[in-house]
């Protein structure tokens, strides 16, 4: 299978575009647990231009109930993104000193599982909690330092690649 490359710029990019707003070609999961995965998995493909569509263990979107679980679920886009062997972006857990423009960073609140997925916009100096600076949705921000948020844990997903 062949490798794609991975635009980080392009996927930083549409993340600068959205973060405070929706994209009216993707449904708004607020009101369903948020939509913080959902806006993740746009800038993804904003930088990848490839899904996956298989059926159970893929990564796409068409519509609001036409749509992998790993589109809009952490967990499950952690899982596709660490596991996925085929087609689509791929990612490993690397520690948050290896964070770049367009990486994942997952966060963990009350020590038991992952809830909330950020997209990485830029990285400032030395990649630390304070100069990493990101996007997101559920609680829209835009370059937002990552030590502005309260977490137990955090996982970063480096992006590899695409096929």
């Known amino acids: ?24 070609k993707y449904f708004n999961f607020d009101g369903l647990g948020g939509d913080c995965t959902n806006f993740v998995s746009q800038c993804l493909y904003a930088g990848a231009g490839v899904m996956n569509y298989a059926k159970d263990l893929g990564w796409y979107y068409h519509a609001p109930h036409d749509r992998a679980a790993a589109w809009s679920g952490v967990e499950y886009l952690y899982r596709f993104l660490t596991l996925n ?28 599982s992952y809830t909330h997925s950020l997209f990485v916009v830029s990285v400032q100096q030395n990649p630390n909690a304070e100069n990493i600076l990101i996007a997101s949705h559920t609680d829209d921000s835009l370059n937002r330092p990552l030590n502005t948020y309260y977490y137990n ?7 590899e690649g695409v096929r």
């Open 85 to 112: 062997r085929l087609k689509g972006p791929y990612a490993k857990e690397l520690p948050l000193s290896a964070a770049e423009t367009g990486d994942i960073i997952q966060l963990n609140f009350d020590g038991l």
């Open 1 to 24: 299978m062949q490798n794609l490359t991975y635009n980080r710029a392009q996927a930083a990019a549409y993340a600068q575009r959205w973060a405070l707003e929706r994209n009216p």
């Open 153 to 159: 844990h955090c996982r970063l997903l480096h992006i």
